[in-house]
Each structure stands twice: as structure tokens, then as C-alpha cells.
Nanobody, 116 residues
Framework: QGQLVESGGGLVQAGGSLRLSCAASGIFFSPRTMDWYRQAPGKQRELVATITSGGNINYADSVKGRFTISLENAKKTVYLQMNSLKPEDTAVYYC??????????WGQGTQVTVSS
């Protein structure tokens, strides 16, 4: 059934940057949409950014101007470049893909911790 493998999380000081990667393996890769979500302790999972196969991109208001989502089809990978990080960005970040043929997958999550 394949999987999504995330990497790039870690500990960073406020104002710093991280780049998350989410690579698909063992999947016929034909995405309709790819998303990044995050879930902070005690909070609901929230949508951070979405990119469609047509190149349409949307961001949560809280990350606009600081985060950039991109998709590299040849590498079956979606990225989330996170700049000017804030302590409130601390969360587990998950990637999600919805393929045009109906399959949906979630990554295992990667921890991002921003210290003040």
C-alpha cells in the first residue's frame, strides 16, 4: 500500500527555519492534493498548507508569509519550508496526500519544537 515518510523536524530557536520533507514510496504517485497539517498538545489537528496538482496553493492565516509548500513530482516529495518560526508553531507536523484515483495516505508525523 506504500507509505509517506517525513523528515526534517527538530528543535530550533524562535526566528529560525526548518524544511520538512514528505516522500512517497511504494505508491503510484498521482496526487490530487498534498497537505501539511499540525497538531499541538491538547489541540485539534489543523491544516497548515495545501498544494494541488494544478499548482494552486493555500495557507492557514497563521503561517502566511512565513511558510512555503512545494511539490517535486519527480521525487514524489512535498516540502514545507518554515521561516521566522514562532513558539506557537510547535507541534507534530503531518503530511497527507489524496491521489486522483482515491487513495489517501498520512505520514507518521515529525516533531517541530520552537524555543523562545
Amino acid at each position: 500500500q506504500g507509505q509517506l515518510v517525513e523528515s526534517g523536524g527538530g528543535l530550533v530557536q524562535a526566528g529560525g527555519s526548518l524544511r520538512l520533507s514528505c516522500a512517497a514510496s511504494g505508491i503510484f504517485f498521482s496526487p490530487r492534493t498534498m497537505d501539511w497539517y499540525r497538531q499541538a498538545p491538547g489541540k485539534q489537528r489543523e491544516l497548515v498548507a495545501t498544494i494541488t496538482s494544478g499548482g494552486n496553493i493555500n495557507y492557514a492565516d497563521s503561517v502566511k508569509g512565513r511558510f512555503t509548500i512545494s511539490l517535486e513530482n519527480a521525487k514524489k516529495t512535498v516540502y514545507l519550508q518554515m521561516n521566522s518560526l514562532k513558539p506557537e508553531d510547535t507541534a507534530v507536523y503531518y503530511c497527507h496526500v489524496a491521489m486522483i484515483y482515491g487513495l489517501e495516505k498520512w505520514g507518521q508525523g515529525t516533531q517541530v519544537t520552537v524555543s523562545s
